[in-house]
């Protein structure tokens, strides 16, 4: 009698009541994953369209704003079909590798539709030494908590769409990675800490048993006392295999989204990581600068970095109010990343002690000089 009742997916008093009068016979897991079952995805691999088309908002249909607009288009395809940030070289002829494009009209402007050549595409991220990922892409479910001063964290979508699920959306949005939110109608929303991140582990282990998902991936976002940046724990659980990493960031939005950089990382690969570091791949630099004040600063820092032959991949590791940022870049093969950050303008060597082990490079971003500001 119990069994009929509890796989109804009712949400009556009746059903209620006879969950309380079935608690001896049946444990609180299995109550949990008999309601979480309902409306999951239904593979745990989703196969992601689209990879090759990349939609651009535009004023007019003049042909420098289209050829603006081409290249835009094609670091986002790119970004899909690498899973990963690769930048359009400044000699990059984009208009090669579209096979059409159209406009559609919207209140204000137009969108523009572009389609890619799907080989010429992975050529060119082939010869910037990166694979292109299959379509077929791991859905994963996320649990992402928020830390109170009590040590109790609560989930991030506990009372509806939460302000910290859209950064990570967005940024697994634009690498077409699958993610998945928890329903949360029949489970507890908050979980406390104080037992370790095995059991947190655990715990969520078996809360995600409903979902067809081939990971769950955990994110715990603690703000500690004062101007100290946002710190996030992650834990990507692919199996017996765990996979950890940290990121830290003056905001939130910045912590969160530099673990989806990692993250897609994992997912490509399966490169297992038993550390609580960022991955350091082969060939890489670990490159700080300073003066990086602000948002708009960190983003043409970025752009100008990646818009380097030398560079082939960055990965944020770091992002603090007093404007210190700290990156791993990973180098193309035959270059040497040394000789063309001189070339970046407005970022000069930082004359630092260094302990004679250490590799780091330190740089200044140069504030943008008065006559320069908007």
């Not at 703000?223 to 765990?242: D, I, M, Y």
């Not at 910045?254 to 950089?261: I, K, N, P, Q, R």
């Amino acid at each position: 009698m119990c069994t009929e009742v509890l796989t109804y997916t009712l949400r009556s008093h009746s059903v209620l009541r006879m969950v309380r009068k079935c608690w001896i016979t049946y444990s609180w897991w299995t109550i949990l994953v008999l309601f979480t079952s309902w409306d999951r995805p239904v593979s745990a691999v989703q196969t992601v369209g689209d990879l090759y088309q990349a939609t651009v908002s535009v004023t007019g249909q003049g042909i420098e704003e289209r050829a603006a607009a081409f290249r835009t288009a094609l670091g986002e395809v790119f970004a899909r079909v690498a899973g990963r940030t690769v930048s359009v070289l400044p000699r990059q002829r984009v208009e090669d590798l579209v096979l059409r494009y159209r406009y559609e009209s919207m209140a204000t402007g137009y969108r523009l539709v572009i389609d890619f050549e799907p080989a010429g595409v992975d050529h060119l991220i082939n010869r910037r030494g990166v694979s292109p990922w299959s379509g077929s892409r791991p859905s994963t479910l996320v649990w992402l908590l928020v830390t109170g001063e009590d040590g109790v964290a609560q989930l991030a979508n506990s009372d509806g769409p939460s302000p910290y699920q859209a950064p990570l959306q967005e940024e697994a949005n634009r690498r077409a990675i699958p993610l998945v939110w928890p329903m949360l109608d029949w489970l507890e929303t908050s979980l406390s800490l104080a037992k370790g991140q095995g059991a947190l582990i655990e715990t969520l282990r078996q809360a995600s048993a409903g979902y067809a998902v081939e990971a769950f991936w955990i994110g715990v976002l603690t703000k500690t006392q004062g101007n100290a940046p946002w710190t996030v724990r992650w834990t990507l659980v692919r199996g017996k295999r765990l996979e950890r990493w940290n990121t830290v960031g003056a905001l939130p939005e910045a912590a969160l989204t530099m673990g989806v950089d990692q993250l897609a990382e994992h997912l490509r690969i399966g490169t297992p990581v038993s550390s609580s570091v960022p991955i350091v791949p082969k060939q890489t630099t670990h490159l700080v600068v300073t003066g990086v004040v602000s948002l708009a600063d960190y983003a043409e820092l970025r752009a100008r970095l990646e818009a380097l032959p030398s560079v082939a991949r960055m990965v944020p590791t770091q992002l603090d109010p007093v404007g210190r940022i700290a990156f791993y870049v990973e180098s193309s093969a035959g270059t040497a990343l040394s000789a063309d950050l001189p070339r970046v303008d407005r970022l000069l060597p930082e004359k630092t002690a260094q302990d004679s082990e250490d590799t780091t490079q330190y740089y200044h971003w140069s504030p943008l000089p008065k006559d320069k500001k908007q």
